[in-house]
């Protein structure tokens, strides 16, 4: 029992130590928003929300793309990848965002 | 020449409900099972949220406990509107493919679909002008929003007009954040909306308003629109949508 509660006090430790939550408002050219909401741990996205008042069909994708984005590091030559990569891949359209708007609104998330 | 259907289904106490056929006639007319048709309606005092944003965090929860406002999310994306029994919604629904609106680009929907409504208000003597993403502006001020997708085979266009709206309210149950108010050099949303009502000057019904959208849509499109009433088939998947989608919690509030 006394194991557990280490191992348990250990988790904690390590989670406020090496986890934060990220936030952004991010406006596109356009006028449209784009909210980020993220949990970093050592420059690493572990989970990923995004919100806001753009355009995105079909509108399932975007799901999708807080999926993709999940372990992948907080830089910016990585998620220019990953997300144009989603882009062609799933042949999504977006309007009042971009791609480039999706990077910049991921990188501007702040502690 | 194309005959539109014409329906004014709506439920203005029960906005899930609304929110539900909303989905219900796209689904069927890309099926080839029901016509292109054009559906009026209202809400009471509801905000309707798009399908990506969090109601936690464009809504005021308790602003809405104190206005009985309800919140529904819609299956469209775009930005949150308040809608009352001053607020004329309208939805049009084409087979994908349909010439009006060949291609497969949202804007140029937004655009084309919009065209009626902005004849319409015209009309009526309201100097109407769309203004991209998916606005229609007078003066610099937006009196009506759209939304809209392309899915289950369909072109799916729907939008709202502030009529008589009581903009009291809406500036007290929206957060609208500050980014994005920055750069349009105004204090509150409030400020940069305005009504049918207070472009005209006198006193107009939604019905009136109505009236002049469907002239609007015929002569835009040269096609007829004529009254029509929803199928047993959209009737019965909209009540399947309210109960299994519309009328939850976890799709209307979350995120």
Redesign the interface.
């Known amino acids: 029992m006394g194991f557990e509660l280490k191992t348990e006090l250990l988790h904690s430790i390590s989670a406020t130590k090496l986890e934060r939550l990220r936030f952004a408002?991010?406006?596109a050219p356009?006028?449209?928003?784009v909210?980020v909401r993220l949990r970093e741990e050592q420059g690493v996205i572990r989970s990923i929300?995004?919100?806001?008042?753009?355009?995105?069909?079909?509108?399932d994708s975007?799901g999708k793309l807080e999926k993709m984005l999940e372990d992948v590091p907080l830089r910016e030559a990585e998620l220019r990848l990953l997300i144009d990569r989603f882009f062609r891949g799933t042949g999504a359209?977006g309007?009042?965002v971009s791609s480039d708007d999706f990077v910049k609104a991921i990188l501007a998330a702040e502690v | 020449m194309e005959t539109w259907r014409l329906v004014d289904v709506e439920y203005r106490d029960n906005p899930f409900m609304n929110l539900a056929v909303e989905e219900a006639i796209p689904r069927v007319v890309g099926e080839g099972k029901s016509p292109s048709t054009v559906r009026f309606w209202h809400n009471s005092n509801t905000i309707v949220i798009g399908c990506f944003q969090s109601a936690r965090l464009e809504v005021n929860m308790e602003a809405c406990k104190e206005t009985k406002t309800e919140i529904v999310r819609r299956f469209t994306g775009g930005g949150a509107v308040y809608h009352d029994n001053g607020n004329l919604n309208y939805a049009i629904s084409l087979r994908k493919g349909h010439p009006l609106v060949p291609g497969q680009n949202l804007q140029s929907v937004f655009e084309k679909l919009s065209e009626g409504s902005i004849q319409g208000l015209r009309k009526l003597g309201v100097k109407a002008e769309f203004q991209p993403v998916n606005d229609i502006h007078v003066d610099g001020k937006k009196v009506s929003g759209a939304a809209g997708s392309i899915r289950w085979n369909t072109i799916f266009h729907h939008g709202c007009i502030l009529v008589n709206s009581d903009l009291s309210i809406l500036g007290k149950v929206l957060n609208v954040p500050r980014v994005k108010l920055e750069d349009r050099h105004v204090a509150s949303v409030q400020k940069r909306v305005t009504t049918v009502r207070d472009e005209l000057g006198r006193d107009v019904s939604t019905r009136e308003v109505r009236d002049a959208i469907v002239d609007g849509i015929e002569s835009c499109y040269g096609v007829g629109v004529e009254p029509g009433v929803l199928t047993k088939e959209e009737l019965g998947l909209a009540e399947e949508l309210y109960q299994t989608k519309y009328s939850r919690l976890e799709w209307n509030l979350e995120p």
């Open positions: 408002d991010y406006k356009g006028g449209k928003l909210r929300k995004i919100t806001g008042d753009f355009f995105l069909i079909p509108e975007l359209q309007l009042g």
